[in-house]
C-alpha cells in the first residue's frame, strides 16, 4: 500500500509539474534612463520578449537606471510605457506576478495605472502610488488575468493627473521612470512570474497523459506487464 501511495505521488507530481517561473525579464541596471527602449535579458522557452519603449506621447530623459519619460499629462493617448511578450503558437501563460520599481519626479505622475492587453488596457489591474521622488518597489497579482496565447502587453499609465507631490496637475517637465524591483536586498529587474503550458486549444485532451501514467503505475503494482507501459 505504501508503494502505491509513492507511486501514486510520483504519478502527480509528473503530471503537475508546471511550476512558476520568470516568463519574461529586463534588466534596467545601468541604463541611461534616455535610451529608445529596454531590450530583454531573459526568457522562459517558447517565449519572445517585446522591448520596453515609450508610447509617441513621452520623451526620454535622463535617469540612471532606468528607462525614463517626460511629457506626462494626465490620459494623453500616447503617455503610456509598453512592455510585454510573444507566447509561441501552441503554448498558453498563465501569469501570477509582475516585479518592478517606479520611480517619479515630484511634479511627475502621483498615480500609474497598470493596464493589460487582455482586456485592451481598459481597467488598471493595479494602481501604484508614487510618493513624491521615492522608488516605489511592487509585486503585482497578475493572477486575476485570464491565461495568455499570442502577444501580450502591458501599458503604464497615468491614473488621474496629480502630481507625485500630492498636489497640482501633472507638469510636462515632470518624470517617470520604470527600473529594476529592488527592496530588502532583492534585486530581479522587471520581471513577469507564471507558468507556460501546452494550450487548451493545442491539447484540447491534456489529461488523459496523467490517466496512462496513474493507469501504468498501477499496473506497475498490480505486476502486470503491459506493452504501452
Ligand atoms: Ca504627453
Ligand atoms: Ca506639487
Do not use: H
Request: overall charge negative; proline content about 3%.
Amino acid at each position: 500500500m505504501k508503494r502505491l501511495f509513492l507511486i501514486l505521488a510520483a504519478v502527480f507530481l509528473i503530471a503537475g509539474s508546471v511550476r512558476a517561473e520568470v516568463v519574461a525579464n529586463w534588466d534596467m541596471s545601468g541604463e541611461p534612463g534616455f535610451q529608445t527602449y529596454t531590450a530583454a535579458v531573459g526568457t522562459a522557452e517558447y517565449i519572445e520578449a517585446f522591448n520596453i519603449i515609450r508610447g509617441a506621447g513621452l520623451y526620454p530623459r535622463e535617469g540612471a537606471d532606468s528607462l525614463n519619460s517626460k511629457g506626462w499629462k494626465g490620459t494623453e493617448a500616447g503617455d503610456f510605457i509598453e512592455f510585454g511578450f510573444s507566447v509561441a503558437d501552441g503554448y498558453e501563460v498563465k501569469l501570477s506576478e509582475l516585479w518592478l520599481g517606479t520611480r517619479s519626479s515630484n511634479t511627475g505622475p502621483g498615480t500609474i495605472g497598470v493596464y493589460s492587453s487582455v482586456d485592451a488596457f481598459t481597467a488598471p489591474v493595479e494602481i501604484i502610488t508614487q510618493d513624491g521622488n521615492a522608488y516605489a518597489d511592487n509585486i503585482i497579482d497578475l493572477g486575476g488575468l485570464d491565461a495568455i496565447t499570442g502577444d501580450f502587453y502591458i501599458r503604464l499609465f497615468e491614473y488621474g493627473d496629480t502630481q507625485a507631490d500630492g498636489d497640482g496637475a501633472t507638469a510636462g517637465t515632470g518624470t517617470f521612470r520604470i527600473t529594476n524591483y529592488d527592496s530588502g536586498g532583492t534585486n530581479t529587474g522587471v520581471q513577469f512570474v507564471g507558468t507556460v503550458a501546452t494550450s487548451a486549444a493545442a491539447s484540447p485532451v491534456p489529461v488523459p497523459n496523467a490517466v496512462i501514467l496513474l493507469g501504468c503505475g498501477l499496473i506497475g503494482v498490480a505486476g502486470i506487464k503491459r506493452k504501452a507501459c
